[in-house]
């Protein structure tokens, strides 16, 4: 999808949402307990930190959610590394995890450090791309950035970690800096992975792969989530 596309597509998302927000329905689709009703209201959420936080959704497919939330709640206090910070982070934060996630836009880190200042065992830190390096992203937009520094953020904090999200820039260069760093029995969530250039990396790795494929927060089209373990 080009920019111009998917900012066309934001803002009629919002649009509606603004229309449809005083009939009563995007209130009686955020009370009902089904998960298609979370998905449709989620629709209208899509890049609004704001709303989406209101709706307690991190952006991943909804057996993505399921499956962590209940990894989470037998596992207390699990240590949490994210590359991509947003609605994850704070929903990360609710359920008890210590979170560290490093963004590298400076503007979204300050907004979500923002929501997630009520969690002291949360910590969100901009790492910005640089003019030159050895890690590109393989982003279309992001041409002639860097990324050495935001993909080894994580030798900079002890591991091992419970849970690692890759969700950012760079992300098969991510995945090989998190196998060292998960703890046994933990898990790599790695989004989006319909993507070939994803689908390749994550074959190469040598971990296992549960796919959770199907209806997605936020996005009107099935999408996968990858849980990675070690096998």
């Given amino acids: 999808m080009s920019d111009a596309l998917r900012s066309a597509y934001v803002a009629t998302a919002h649009g509606l949402r603004r229309v ?7 209130g009686a689709l955020e009370r009902s307990e089904s998960r298609r009703a979370a998905w449709l209201r989620s629709l209208f959420a899509i890049y609004d930190l704001e709303d989406l936080s209101g709706l307690d959704l991190p952006w991943w497919t909804f057996d993505a959610v ?22 994850s982070t704070l929903w990360l934060s609710r359920r ?3 979170v ?12 979500v450090g923002e929501k997630t200042a009520g969690f002291p065992d949360t910590w969100v830190i901009g790492v910005p791309a640089a003019a ?5 992203s393989g982003k279309k937009g992001f041409e002639g950035q860097y990324f050495d520094a935001y993909v080894r953020s994580i030798r900079d904090h ?6 690692i999200v890759i969700d950012g820039r760079a992300r098969e260069a991510c995945l090989l800096e998190a196998i060292p760093k998960l703890a046994p029995g933990g898990y790599i969530l790695f989004d989006d992975t ?15 792969v549960e796919r959770l494929e199907g209806l997605a927060v936020c996005l009107p089209l ?3 989530t990858d849980l990675l373990s070690i096998p």
């Fill in 194 to 208: 319909k993507r070939e250039r994803y689908r390749k990396a994550i074959a190469a790795s040598g971990l296992k």
């Fill in 222 to 224: 099935p999408d996968a």
């Fill in 158 to 163: 002890e591991g091992p970690f419970d849970l």
């Fill in 96 to 98: 008890g995890a210590k």
């Fill in 20 to 26: 449809l927000k005083p009939t009563g329905l995007l």
């Fill in 66 to 87: 399921e499956t962590v939330d209940d990894f989470l709640a037998s596992h207390p206090g699990a240590r949490v590394f994210e590359w991509g910070s947003g609605a």
């Fill in 100 to 111: 560290t996630a490093v963004e590298h836009d400076p503007d979204w880190a300050s907004a």
């Fill in 132 to 136: 030159s390096g050895e890690i590109p």
